[in-house]
């Protein structure tokens, strides 16, 4: 693991297009490696627009086999620009079997891992259940060039089960590619509670693990393909935070944009040093974390 990290992030809106989202996206990771980006996290499904806001089979389509053609094509770019590339796919695991599965791409070593989403929502305008399994690869760092990556997906940004299974496994930074957005019939007041609620909770994994966490949304608007359904408004807001959850980098609600950061990993090893908090965990008095409620 390198003491000094740039780790960039791309904050996008998306189009009716794949290709098109694809050459985009590639674009925008270019212009990061160019500026001295070692590392990039893609935003969740950011090959489509996100078509969970309907229950409808015929977007099984829009999902493909990994290895397939977006493998192909962001570890071909990886492999150019000679980078770390965490990446968020569709994956047809097999007929009728899917999952929301990112892969992970080491310079020209090409994909060396994945992880399937494992906490599946299933709520108005996001009806997830419907087209991902939940994942059965656990919760388990991808070992990289630049260290080992914990790569969770959206929903599991609310557990932080989830985020501790992957710094006990010795993750060296947590990865959260993310789609959430805001109902248009919420209010002002609501959408404030919601955005400060995950901004916070992702900056609290950070500060209990002490490790920096990063975390890419999408942006822009997207309508509902069902009448009289209002949309979402993806709110954007992609950060880097640090290991006690000090902003490094923040995005803004409706803009597209990237954002680079160095990351000082010595300095997370200092304060896991600083604050023990692994070495005074009650392991032996957690037994009922495992289940489900305590009746």
């Known amino acids: 693991m390198t ?17 098109l989202n694809w050459q985009r996206s590639a ?13 990039v996290l893609l935003q969740e499904l950011h090959s489509t627009l996100y078509f969970c806001q309907e229950e409808n089979t015929d977007y099984f389509d829009l999902a493909e086999p990994i290895p397939g053609p977006a493998t192909d094509f962001f570890g071909d770019l990886a492999k150019r620009l000679d980078i770390v590339l965490v990446t968020s796919l569709f994956e047809k695991r097999g007929s009728g079997l899917y999952h929301n599965t990112a892969v992970v791409f080491d310079r020209q070593e090409g994909m060396v ?5 494992m906490h599946i929502p299933d709520d108005p305008g996001f009806y997830e259940k419907f087209y991902f399994t939940p994942g059965d690869l656990g919760f388990t760092p991808i070992q990289t060039s630049v260290g ?7 929903w599991d940004q609310w557990y932080p089960e989830a985020a501790r299974l ?17 109902d248009m019939t919420d209010t002002p007041e609501e959408r404030t509670r919601q955005h400060g609620a995950w901004e916070t909770i992702q900056r ?8 920096p966490v990063v975390v890419a949304n999408r942006t822009g608007f997207e309508a509902s393909p069902t009448e009289g359904d209002p949309g979402i408004q993806f709110w954007g807001q992609s950060f880097i935070a640090g290991p006690q959850g000090e902003f490094l ?17 010595a300095r997370t090893e200092k304060i896991k040093r600083i604050w023990p908090y692994f070495r005074d965990r009650r392991i032996d008095d957690y037994g009922d974390l495992v289940r489900r409620w305590r009746d």
Not at 6 to 18: E, P, T
Not at 204 to 211: E, Q
């Open 113 to 117: 891992g994945k992880y399937r989403k």
């Open 148 to 154: 080992k990556l914990g790569v969770l997906v959206c």
């Open 27 to 39: 674009e925008q990771v270019e212009a990061l490696a160019k500026q001295g980006a070692q590392l």
């Open 204 to 211: 609290g994994h950070a500060v209990a693990n002490s490790l």
């Open 166 to 182: 992957m710094a006990m496994a010795g993750a060296d930074i947590l990865f959260y590619p993310t789609a959430i957005g805001w």
């Open 249 to 265: 980098a923040k995005a803004s609600a409706d803009q597209e944009e990237n954002l680079l950061v160095e990351l000082d990993m």
């Open 3 to 19: 003491n000094k990290l740039k780790v960039g992030l791309v904050q996008q809106a998306v189009a009716n297009d794949k290709q």
